[in-house]
């Protein structure tokens, strides 16, 4: 019965590579975001979606592409990855704009 | 523009003795106050949240905030705090207008001690 997974879970790549993280919910939200947190734990939303809709692109380098093919996922591809990305990405969904509830989270590990 | 700062980025207190976090908040708007909590290597979930009701808000595991327009604070606190209580808290604004937002605040530590 889980609300927001996401996959992978921890991911270790290589500088340069192109990778994916895959967020599902399953609440019936039409609004879903995600968050980046650093080394030292600061949260900073990066992209919304609503009713697949782009809302909310902060300033996040082209690299960073979010697609939503339906409500219900909001998956994030990266190109060309680079040290700096190493982080914490988290998922999160609401109903309209009320509380979210967020994912468990992905470690992205880039050497 | 909106911003939280939590004026604690560590707090250590004994196994049943009070807990208080301190937060305040920086909004053009009416905002949406939240707490969230993180346990080491987890996800967030969400502890309170005020939204222009009552002042002060009880959430889960004991903890309640109290908002105070005056002093643009809104401080998290538990009567007696639990082991399992050690973990990331994070104050967040969200403005009334807008597409919701969440600005974090850049965390507090809790540690308990036995």
């Known amino acids: 019965d889980t609300a927001v997974s996401q996959t992978p879970k921890y991911l270790v790549t290589q500088m340069g590579n192109d990778k994916s993280i895959k967020c599902e919910q399953n609440?019936?939200?039409?609004?879903m975001y995600w968050y980046k947190q650093d080394s030292k734990k600061f949260l900073k939303i990066m992209f919304s979606?609503?009713?697949?809709?782009?809302?909310i692109n902060e300033t996040v380098p082209n690299r960073f592409s979010p697609k939503s093919p339906d409500k219900a996922h909001l998956n994030l591809h990266i190109n060309s990855l680079e040290l700096g990305d190493s982080a914490v990405y988290f998922c999160?969904?609401?109903?309209?704009?009320?509380?979210?509830?967020f994912g468990p989270g992905t470690r992205l590990t880039v050497l | 523009a909106q911003s939280v700062t939590q004026l604690d980025s560590h707090v250590s207190v004994s196994e049943g003795t009070p807990v208080l976090l301190r937060c305040n908040y920086s909004?053009?708007?009416?905002?949406?106050l939240f707490w969230y909590v993180q346990h080491p290597n987890k996800g967030l979930q969400l502890l309170l949240k005020?939204?222009?009701?009552?002042?002060l808000v009880k959430g889960i595991n004991g903890f309640e905030a109290e908002f105070k327009k005056s002093e643009t604070s809104f401080h998290l606190m538990k009567p007696s705090a639990h082991m399992s209580d050690a973990a990331e808290y994070f104050c967040?604004?969200?403005?009334?207008?807008?597409?919701?937002?969440?600005?974090f605040g850049a965390g507090t530590r809790l540690a308990v001690h036995p």
């Open positions: 999160a969904s609401s109903r309209n704009y009320n509380e979210q509830f």
């Open positions: 609440l019936g939200h039409d609004t």
């Open positions: 979606y609503n009713n697949k809709e782009l809302i």
């Open positions: 909004s053009s708007y009416s905002p949406s």
């Open positions: 005020y939204t222009s009701a009552a002042t």
């Open positions: 967040v604004v969200s403005p009334s207008s807008g597409y919701n937002k969440l600005i």
